[in-house]
């Protein structure tokens, strides 16, 4: 019994001091590299997988998403281009799953590139993809979700679909069912 109760203990100890994120690429990185969830010292906390621009591409090329820019570009750094680099890979995810459920033709007009509103769950931080109007989007998102004012609507699995002047601004907390 005393056996039972020390490895019970050793393993909630582990689990709690346990944070470890691993990119598709396969590379471990700890939670110095994601500014949205560094953990306070001695405590657990969620982390998300951060994709480069590459991998995230690769992916959004095997649903058929596409994507964009002003400037014809993909620097992070450069407001007119549509970067990926740093995305969230629930993310990516989250486009794919909204890709398949509507069978509409997504284009992705902005990522993680500077220019977008700052907050926790923006652009920059990986959270927030601008895809293209279509009406085809835009009959599935407001005959499919939630109309939670301010020219919102909320998805089954909580992610924010507003209709801007001129494209859909998306934050995915989740990846919508993948």
């Known amino acids: 019994m005393r056996v039972l109760a020390r490895a019970a203990a050793v393993l909630a100890a582990t689990a709690t001091s346990l944070l470890l ?3 598709t690429a396969g590379a471990t990185t700890g939670p110095e590299h994601d500014p949205v969830f560094a953990p306070a010292a001695g405590t657990a906390s969620a982390l998300v997988t951060k994709l480069t621009h590459s991998q ?3 992916r959004l090329r095997s649903s058929g998403i596409t994507w964009s820019s002003s400037g014809g570009c993909s620097d992070r ?32 007009t902005g990522g993680t590139e500077v220019g977008h509103a700052s907050g926790t769950y923006s652009h920059y931080n990986g959270y927030k993809l601008d895809f293209a109007l279509s009406s085809c989007l835009t009959n599935y998102i407001k005959g499919t979700f939630t109309s939670i004012g301010g020219n919102q609507w909320r998805s089954g699995s909580g992610n924010v679909y507003f209709h801007e002047n001129d494209h859909w601004d998306v934050t995915y907390f989740n990846c919508g069912g993948c």
């Open 21 to 23: 994120v691993t990119s």
């Open 56 to 58: 995230a591409t690769t």
């Open 77 to 108: 750094t450069k407001p007119n281009c549509t970067s990926f680099e740093q995305v969230n890979l629930s993310t990516i995810q989250g486009a794919q799953t909204l890709k398949s459920a509507t069978g509409c033709a997504l284009n992705i």
